[in-house]
Each structure stands twice: as structure tokens, then as C-alpha cells.
Nanobody
């Protein structure tokens, strides 16, 4: 699956950004990860197709919203109340086939990755 992410940029703390990621085909599981400078890649959020399930890492709950438009194979990450610690390269990732829920936050569970989009939040 080919992925194309966009929407990154520079924003002040408290601001918002929306990251879209389009996929070349349908995938059961679509997710966002991020990697800050000097840190390991971390899970941010996922959304499944059917049944529609979403999950967030604790640090973004209440601020980020993941959604998907299955008609165009696109996943979105709406990021509100951004903080400087949200600064990172954000990667979308997909898995075509189903997997048990407990594995969905693991980077190794995903088949394909986008190229990443930089999000910088200034204080």
C-alpha cells in the first residue's frame, strides 16, 4: 500500500493542525505514529474499518481526533491544543488485514508506512 501524508507545519502552542494520509487501497487498520528528535518512534492513535474502533495514547487524549473516510482510503489526525512536546515527524501506517486489538499499538504490526510529515509547535 502506498501512503501519502501531508498537513504538517509550524504552529504556535495552543494551535491546531490536520494531517491527512491517503492510501492506495483499503486497509483494516490505519494509524499515526510520531518520532521526536532523539527519541524512538511512538504510537499516537489508530482507527479500524469495521467495526469502527479508535484508540489514543494517553498524552493526546482529549486533544487529538483520528478519523477515516473509507470511500477514499484516507485517514485524518485532527490535532488541537498543540504543545511543544508534540513536535515530531508524524508517520501514517496501515495494516491491510485484521489483527488482535492488543497488537494495534505496535509499530511492527503495520505493513506499510508513509514518508512522514514534520509538525513543529513553538512555545
Amino acid at each position: 500500500v502506498q501512503l501519502q501524508a501531508s498537513g504538517g507545519g509550524l504552529v504556535q502552542a495552543g494551535g491546531s493542525l490536520r494531517l491527512p494520509c491517503s492510501a492506495s487501497k483499503h486497509a483494516y487498520l490505519m494509524a499515526w505514529f510520531r518520532q521526536a528528535p532523539g527519541k524512538e518512534r511512538e504510537f499516537v492513535s489508530y482507527v479500524t474499518s469495521s467495526p469502527r474502533l479508535t484508540y489514543y495514547t494517553d498524552s493526546v487524549k482529549g486533544r487529538f481526533t483520528i478519523s477515516r473516510d473509507s470511500a477514499i482510503n484516507t485517514v485524518y489526525l485532527q490535532m488541537n491544543s498543540l504543545r511543544p512536546e508534540d513536535t515530531a515527524i508524524y508517520y501514517c501506517a496501515v495494516r491491510v488485514n485484521r489483527i488482535i486489538t492488543s497488537y494495534m499499538t505496535r509499530a511492527g504490526s503495520y505493513d506499510d508506512w508513509g514518508q512522514g510529515t514534520q509538525v513543529t509547535v513553538s512555545s
